[in-house]
């Protein structure tokens, strides 16, 4: 049994933190049909915030991820449940610095960008939404001592978010993974982990969820990855 293994997440494991407020709820159970249609994803660039609350939605990942098949992942779209949560691990450290980059000097590794939406289940942009990453190094080694690889940000007015990071190495049981906690303001957390397409430990890997998958593309000798998020608010359908 791996680390990850080690203990399951919630809201309740991460009290006391400084510089983020997480509020612990409870994750809402069902299926949720979302009625709204989506849009493309230039929508949410080139239209004014408010109109886009009125009518429809962007989605980040404008193709399914490689691996196949796969089951219906949480584009916010028609009949879309919130992203799935799983386990947070071992790892996890509260009061990580807010930044959207996770690159300091000395950092190896294959460079990663990150970006997507964050959404309601009404399939609207959550505005400030948390969003707090950890993972390991491109040696496959979390930093437990500091805060290396770790760091918290919110989602701009469209919903919007950004990471700019490295691709995270391989130890022993687990596939190649992000761990990611996602908050909008007021509701309830989930924690959750990115994965890969095309590694073959998806595969191996007890905890992998394919629903889970990020898009990635190379982009000269650094990856580009896109996911979206569709989180429950703890009010009416957003």
Sequence with gaps: MTDDHARTGDAGDIGGTSDISYISSGEANGRRAVSRKTLLKAALVAVPLPALLGSGVAIARDHRPSDAPLPPTPFCDDGDDPTPPQIEGP????????????????????????????????????????????????????????????????????????????????????????????QAPGGPLLTTQLYFPGEPRNNTDPLFNAALLMNVRQAGPAKQATFDFVVNTGGPRT
Excluded at 134 to 161: E, M, P, S
Excluded at 163 to 178: D, E, F, I, K, S
Aim: with cysteine.
């Design 91 to 182: 790892y996890f450290k509260p009061a990580s610095p807010e930044r959207a980059s996770l690159l300091e000097p000395g950092t190896q590794g294959t460079r990663l960008t990150v970006g997507g939406y964050v959404f309601g289940t009404g399939c609207r942009p959550v505005a400030h939404a948390l969003l707090d990453f950890w993972q390991a190094d491109d040696a496959g080694a979390y930093d437990n001592l500091g805060f290396r690889l770790r760091g918290h940000q919110y989602t701009d007015a469209r919903g919007a978010f950004s990471l700019t990071t490295v691709v995270p190495g391989l130890y022993p049981g687990r596939t190649r993974h992000l761990h990611v906690k996602v």
